[in-house]
Structure formats: structure tokens, C-alpha cells
């Protein structure tokens, strides 16, 4: 960057002018801003300052949609797949192991294409992904072409945010330095890389379903589903009730889920990810996992479902029953061989 432009200071400006000077910015200031800084024409002191103020802020719907508006406007690759769901996943497990990934499993097993994506690793001492995929013989995609090829042969690929936008996750890997998030973290969940018709998020701090479901309408994003997920990670805690904050054709609207359980169910102690796989295939059973992976999946049947009106949460449940009962057990060996053949052809 040349060190005499200071153009980028004006954002800074805008957020940081004291409690009378200080405002929001517009829609069009925030994707300007946040373009600039994909564009790597943001010095580090600027860039610093500019994530610290939001932090202290707090960003605007208003403000996310053009931050969002930006990121996927940097994106160069266009997907060849028609992919039904986008399923973010950057918060990583600490309490409980990622069933959402058995949720996101049994769609493509049932004919849904989804697109996963997130980070490979972060907070220490929380499980991501990629180290389930390992454990699972899967193969993470390691270039948005090769996501393609697995959506193609098996409905279903983990993309690391590194290999959809290295500029992104170079943000993300901030938080350690600056000690706090930034608005890069809320933003990346609503990427939707592929275009995907539908996408399902989950947040943890309080009021960002909200930010993220406004933020979704003022995108013209047509099918969206936010909640307070499990550790943050967009998946159902079946202990607890929650708002499902939805878009359905560009229309925002609420749904109270119920819990699942009358008691809650204690952390996991041994974390042991082979146990996913297992409960996939019937060799075990979990009580709190397998509602974990049904409630969640009702939620996604609710997005793909083609009516206008979102489904009632009775029947959301029940049709999610009968895709875990009507499961391929072998389908994650099968996923496995085409993953494979995927990287090999």
C-alpha cells in the first residue's frame, strides 16, 4: 500500500469522532470499506483501528449487508453446482461433539447438495470439522474446484475459508492478535461462497440473529435460518428451546422451537469423534446426539421446503425422523470412495 494514501481514514473517522461525532455508516460506506480492505489497500494501524471501533459499535444489519455485499463480490470463482444449502461453521465444539455435521450428511444422503465451510482450527480446545472429516475417512476440499468435483460426485464438501478467500482468513486469524472478534466473524457466516439456495447459520452473542436475519433481507437472500446454536455452531441444543429467526422468499419471520428434553444433558467429557460415525451407522446409540441431528435437520428441511409458508415445527420434525430412520448406513464409505475418486479424476 502506498503510505501516503490516507483515503481509508475517512471509515475510521465516521466510527471513531467521540459519542456526538460518532455514527453508524451507510450500506454503501461499509461495502466501500470493507472492499478496500480485501483489496489489501488498508494499512495495519488503519485496519486495527477500523476492527476495534466496530467491535466497540457493534456493526448495523445495515452495516453487515454491505460488509457481506463486498466479500462475495471479491470472490472470483463462480460454482458449476446447483448446491441447496450453505452451512457455515466457524466456531468450533467444546461441550458437545458436531452433530450438525451428521444433520448436513443426512441431506446429501437424501439428495441435497450442501456446502460446508469454515476454519480447519482455532480456539484451542475446541473441535472443528476437518478433524471429524479425518476421523470419518473424508476429505476436505483443498480448492473451490475440487468442492465443486465433491458436490458433484457425493452432494456434499467442506470448503476451509482459506481456499475461498485467503484475505478473509487472514482476518479471522486477527482475533488472538487483537484479543477480541470483529465483524469478519459475523460476515463470513453469511459468504455463501456457491450461491447456494438456502443457508442455515448459527450464532452465540445475543442480538446477532437479528443482525444476520435483517442483514439477509436487505441482501435480497431468498431462504435463510439463524439461531442461537450449540457453542455457537449452527446446530439445535435438543435441552433447550430457541428463536429460529427465518427468510423465506425475501420475507422475515420467527418460529419458537421446543425443547426436546425435560432435563439437561451434561458435557461430553471424552469428546470422542469416532462416536459420530458410529451413531451414523447404527453401532451406537446416543440419545442426546441423535436428537441433536434431528432438530437440527428439521430446521434445514424447513429451508428447502418449496412452500411459502415455513413448515410447522411437528411436521419439520417428523419428515427430519424419517430421514435419519431411512439413512444409508454406508453412505459415509461410500462418500469417502467418491471424495477420493474426486481428488484422484
Given at each position: 500500500?502506498?503510505?501516503?494514501?490516507h483515503s481509508f481514514s475517512k471509515y475510521i473517522q465516521i466510527l471513531g469522532k467521540g459519542r456526538r461525532g460518532a455514527r453508524d455508516m451507510t450500506r454503501e460506506e461499509a461495502c466501500e470499506a470493507m472492499g478496500k480492505i480485501l483489496a489489501g489497500e488498508v494499512s495495519p494501524v488503519q485496519l486495527g483501528a477500523f476492527?476495534?471501533?466496530?467491535?466497540?459499535?457493534?456493526?448495523?444489519?445495515?452495516?453487515?449487508?454491505?460488509?457481506?455485499?463486498?466479500?462475495?463480490?471479491?470472490?472470483?470463482?463462480?460454482?458449476?453446482?446447483?448446491?441447496?444449502?450453505?452451512?457455515?461453521?466457524?466456531?468450533?465444539?467444546?461441550?458437545?461433539?458436531?452433530?450438525?455435521?451428521?444433520?448436513?450428511?443426512?441431506?446429501?444422503?437424501?439428495?441435497?447438495?450442501?456446502?460446508?465451510?469454515?476454519?480447519?482450527?482455532?480456539?484451542?480446545?475446541?473441535?472443528?470439522?476437518?478433524?471429524?472429516?479425518?476421523?470419518?475417512?473424508?476429505?476436505?476440499?483443498?480448492?473451490?474446484?475440487?468442492?465443486?468435483?465433491?458436490?458433484?460426485?457425493?452432494?456434499?464438501?467442506?470448503?476451509?475459508?482459506?481456499?475461498?478467500?485467503?484475505?478473509?482468513?487472514?482476518?479471522?486469524?486477527?482475533?488472538?492478535?487483537?484479543?477480541?472478534?470483529?465483524?469478519?466473524?459475523?460476515?463470513?457466516?453469511?459468504?455463501?461462497p456457491f450461491k447456494a439456495t438456502a443457508s442455515i447459520l448459527g450464532i452465540f452473542h445475543p442480538g446477532y440473529d437479528l443482525i444476520h436475519q435483517q442483514a439477509g433481507h436487505f441482501l435480497g437472500d431468498m431462504h435463510q435460518a439463524v439461531f442461537k446454536g450449540e457453542g455457537g455452531e449452527p446446530e439445535r441444543n435438543?435441552?433447550?428451546?430457541?428463536?429460529?429467526?427465518?427468510?423465506?422468499?425475501?420475507?422475515?419471520?420467527?418460529?419458537?422451537?421446543?425443547?426436546?428434553?425435560?432435563?439437561?444433558?451434561?458435557?461430553?467429557?471424552?469428546?470422542?469423534?469416532?462416536?459420530?460415525?458410529?451413531?451414523?451407522?447404527?453401532?451406537?446409540?446416543?440419545?442426546?446426539?441423535?436428537?441433536?441431528?434431528?432438530?437440527?435437520?428439521?430446521?434445514?428441511?424447513?429451508?428447502?421446503?418449496?412452500?411459502?409458508?415455513?413448515?410447522?415445527?411437528?411436521?419439520?420434525?417428523?419428515?427430519?425422523?424419517?430421514?435419519?430412520?431411512?439413512?444409508?448406513?454406508?453412505?459415509?464409505?461410500?462418500?469417502?470412495?467418491?471424495?477420493?475418486?474426486?481428488?484422484?479424476?
Amino acid at each position: 500500500m502506498n503510505t501516503s494514501d490516507h483515503s481509508f481514514s475517512k471509515y475510521i473517522q465516521i466510527l471513531g469522532k467521540g459519542r456526538r461525532g460518532a455514527r453508524d455508516m451507510t450500506r454503501e460506506e461499509a461495502c466501500e470499506a470493507m472492499g478496500k480492505i480485501l483489496a489489501g489497500e488498508v494499512s495495519p494501524v488503519q485496519l486495527g483501528a477500523f476492527l476495534m471501533l466496530m467491535r466497540v459499535k457493534e456493526e448495523t444489519a445495515l452495516e453487515m449487508a454491505g460488509f457481506v455485499q463486498a466479500a462475495r463480490s471479491s470472490l472470483a470463482y463462480v460454482s458449476q453446482s446447483q448446491v441447496s444449502l450453505d452451512w457455515a461453521c466457524y466456531a468450533g465444539k467444546r461441550r458437545q461433539l458436531p452433530w450438525y455435521l451428521l444433520s448436513a450428511l443426512l441431506m446429501a444422503n437424501h439428495g441435497y447438495s450442501v456446502l460446508m465451510h469454515g476454519v480447519g482450527e482455532g480456539t484451542p480446545g475446541r473441535v472443528y470439522v476437518p478433524q471429524v472429516m479425518s476421523v470419518m475417512g473424508l476429505l476436505t476440499a483443498s480448492s473451490m474446484l475440487e468442492a465443486d468435483q465433491q458436490l458433484s460426485a457425493g452432494k456434499f464438501a467442506f470448503l476451509p475459508l482459506k481456499c475461498i478467500s485467503p484475505a478473509l482468513d487472514s482476518l479471522l486469524e486477527l482475533k488472538p492478535v487483537l484479543g477480541l472478534r470483529s465483524p469478519v466473524h459475523s460476515l463470513v457466516r453469511m459468504l455463501n461462497p456457491f450461491k447456494a439456495t438456502a443457508s442455515i447459520l448459527g450464532i452465540f452473542h445475543p442480538g446477532y440473529d437479528l443482525i444476520h436475519q435483517q442483514a439477509g433481507h436487505f441482501l435480497g437472500d431468498m431462504h435463510q435460518a439463524v439461531f442461537k446454536g450449540e457453542g455457537g455452531e449452527p446446530e439445535r441444543n435438543p435441552d433447550t428451546g430457541c428463536t429460529v429467526r427465518l427468510l423465506r422468499f425475501s420475507g422475515m419471520m420467527d418460529q419458537e422451537w421446543e425443547a426436546h428434553f425435560n432435563q439437561r444433558h451434561l458435557k461430553d467429557e471424552l469428546m470422542d469423534l469416532s462416536r459420530l460415525q458410529q451413531v451414523w451407522q447404527g453401532e451406537r446409540e446416543d440419545e442426546y446426539g441423535i436428537e441433536a441431528v434431528i432438530a437440527t435437520a428439521a430446521i434445514a428441511v424447513t429451508l428447502v421446503n418449496d412452500e411459502g409458508d415455513p413448515l410447522p415445527q411437528d411436521k419439520a420434525l417428523a419428515m427430519a425422523r424419517e430421514l435419519w430412520s431411512s439413512r444409508d448406513p454406508y453412505f459415509l464409505e461410500r462418500l469417502s470412495q467418491k471424495s477420493k475418486g474426486a481428488r484422484n479424476g
